[in-house]
């Protein structure tokens, strides 16, 4: 069963850090693209990074360009988010999604199998 299970979110003040994870088990991660999403009450989810398999090319949203970094650990079948200088707008129900392709998709209907999400919160 394909399963991929967020954690590492939590409060966090304005500047600060935390780094997400998204640990895969019921595939191996090696072949796939794996995007990260966060979505707030009210609004539609949003892309905020994805990457891709062998080549590992990755994609940022421009809100976050610079301070986010995605990376991959095949070995622990596992993705990552390390999210620095966080602000407010950051707050969010961020997600972890895979695809059964080897690049990062157009599109957030194609990615196939979703996380349960982990809240981030960044506030004084």
């Known amino acids: 069963q394909v399963q991929l299970v967020e954690s590492g979110g939590g409060l966090v003040q304005p500047g600060g850090s935390l780094r997400l994870s998204c640990a895969a088990s019921g595939f191996t991660l090696d072949y796939y693209a794996i995007g990260w999403f966060r979505q707030v009450p009210e609004k539609g989810r949003e892309g905020v990074s994805c990457i891709s398999s062998s080549d590992a090319i990755t994609y940022y949203v421009d809100s976050v360009e610079g301070r986010f970094t995605i990376s991959r650990d095949n070995a622990r079948n596992t993705v990552y988010l390390q999210m620095n200088s966080l602000k407010p707008e950051d707050t969010a129900v961020y997600y972890c999604?895979?695809?059964?392709?080897?690049?990062?998709?157009?599109?957030?209907?194609?990615?196939?199998?979703w996380g349960q999400g982990t809240q981030v919160t960044v506030s004084s």
């Open positions: 999604a895979t695809v059964r392709k080897t690049t990062c998709p157009p599109t957030i209907g194609q990615y196939d199998y």
